[in-house]
């Protein structure tokens, strides 16, 4: 059972960095001290007795040339300069009768005995062994191993400092996933460009977004279904309950026609609701194509006039680059969606531009009605937002909020952005930006 005010998520993290810290010192100290046995192994094979063995060979071929007569007075010369003692024993002494195999394929071979080294050459003239005795040489470890354990120590506390940096940004990037069960959608991580996890918690907090956004356009959706279905449903209920009531056929048909204009603005809300939300898939992307937006834009103001009639809709071309790479399509559609507004509320006069920078392109959409209350710059493109029509066009003011939510999103997939100013004609101007660059 857990103590009280423990965090049974610090506990785990806690854990887990113990148990990666233990195993990183250890495979540092393991490895590091196999190495140097390895090496010390390899160094003792190599150079054990390396300059005795050479010793030894030069006083055995100087005795070699030494008469028999000579021998022990030579060997007291040559004892008198070194710190090692030379002799000579017989091949019938029982010590040689033990080595005397090895000596014959080695010629000079070195054992221990007790606190001394002894080394042997046959000198073969003599029938003589040759023998040198040495003391052996005690090391003194203690520098060398309190060396080694500062160095392990040091070893110790650098993967320490990096390794415990490390875990509290995970224990982080653990708790804001925790609390994003719990919904907790302001539970982003910051984290500083050196940490070692940042593009995790850069990419987290990106998703973060994104669920946030769809989760938020659901909702906002399914309440504005249940509102916007509930009128019409309400109307086709009424008008069929007078239909039936009715023995007047002219008024049967009127309530007919009723109900068919209600079905329409069903079937008009249901289309806008499944474009919405095809755009606000995760999984939407760009067709990027080159083509002549000029062209697009007449020729859907050419067809849009025809709808309204009463309004004057005006292109103004500033832009010199005809061949532009966007997706064609879903430009069109957040157009269309920008001047089907425009005309809403616009009194006479819509104005379309298409203006080309150093950097981006931008679309402009102006009209001369009322405009956009500053209150309502920063939610106007949010999903199901609809503002009040004071103009005096009102007749045309039918909508779902939905159309200005599309136009954010469609520039949204090229890099863009929207935004709401006033215009020069009174009204509104909507303005389209996106970088000429992808």
């Known amino acids: 059972m857990l103590m009280p005010g423990k965090n049974p998520i610090n506990l785990k993290m806690n854990s887990l960095f113990l148990r990666l810290y233990l195993l990183i010192v250890a495979t540092v100290v393991v490895v590091g001290i196999g190495l140097d046995f390895a090496w010390n192994h390899f160094d003792t094979q190599t150079t054990k007795n390396g300059d005795e063995s050479s010793l030894l060979k030069v006083v055995s071929l100087q005795l070699e040339n ?3 007569s000579t021998l022990d007075k030579q060997l007291e010369r040559i004892n008198k300069n070194l710190t090692v003692e030379f002799s000579t024993l017989k091949l019938d002494d029982a010590l040689i ?10 010629d000079i071979l070195f054992i221990e005995s007790g606190d001394d080294v002894l080394g042997f ?8 062994v040759l023998q040198l005795t040495q003391k052996k040489i005690v090391e003194n470890n203690f520098y060398k191993n309190l060396f080694i354990i500062i160095f392990y120590l040091l070893i110790a506390i650098m993967v320490f400092y990096w390794i415990w940096p490390l875990s509290k940004d995970l224990n982080r990037l653990e708790n804001a996933v925790n609390q994003f069960d719990q919904q907790q959608w302001s539970s982003k991580i910051n984290l500083p460009a050196t940490s070692s996890i940042s ?21 906002a959706m399914s309440h504005s279904i249940s509102h916007e279905l509930r009128t019409p449903l309400a109307r086709v209920r009424f008008s069929l309950q007078m239909a039936e009531e009715s023995h007047n056929l002219d008024e049967i048909k009127q309530r007919i026609s009723s109900i068919a204009e209600d079905i329409e603005e069903m079937n008009q809300l249901i289309n806008e609701l499944l ?9 939407t992307t760009t067709n990027l194509e080159k083509g002549d937006l000029n062209t697009l834009i007449e020729t859907l103001i050419i067809r849009l006039q025809k709808n309204f009639p009463e309004h004057e809709i005006v292109f103004d ?3 010199n680059k005809t061949s532009i790479l966007c997706d064609s399509y879903l430009m069109e559609r957040a157009l269309q969606n ?7 509320f616009a009194e006479k006069k819509v104005l379309v531009s298409f203006v080309e920078s150093e950097k981006k392109y931008q679309i402009l959409v102006e009209d001369d009605g009322l405009g956009v209350p500053d209150e309502s710059k920063t939610k106007i493109f949010d999903s199901f937002v609809q503002l009040e029509n004071k103009s005096k066009n009102q007749k045309s003011n039918k909508g779902f909020g939905l159309g200005l939510a599309i136009v954010k999103r469609v520039i949204t997939l090229h890099n863009g952005s929207a935004k709401v100013e006033d215009s020069s ?6 303005i389209l930006s996106w970088p000429k660059e992808r």
Do not use: R, W
């Open 199 to 219: 593009h995790l918690a850069k990419a987290y907090n990106t998703l973060l977004d994104k669920i946030k956004l769809l989760v938020e356009t659901q909702q």
């Open 425 to 430: 004609l009174g009204g509104a101007k909507f």
């Open 338 to 344: 920008l001047i089907v507004n425009a005309c809403k």
């Open 275 to 283: 474009n919405f939300a095809s755009l606000e898939s995760i999984s």
């Open 317 to 319: 071309k500033k832009a």
């Open 66 to 68: 030494t008469p028999g």
């Open 97 to 106: 009768g033990e080595i005397m195999k090895d000596l014959l394929i080695e």
């Open 121 to 128: 050459s046959l000198l073969k003239p003599h029938n003589l």
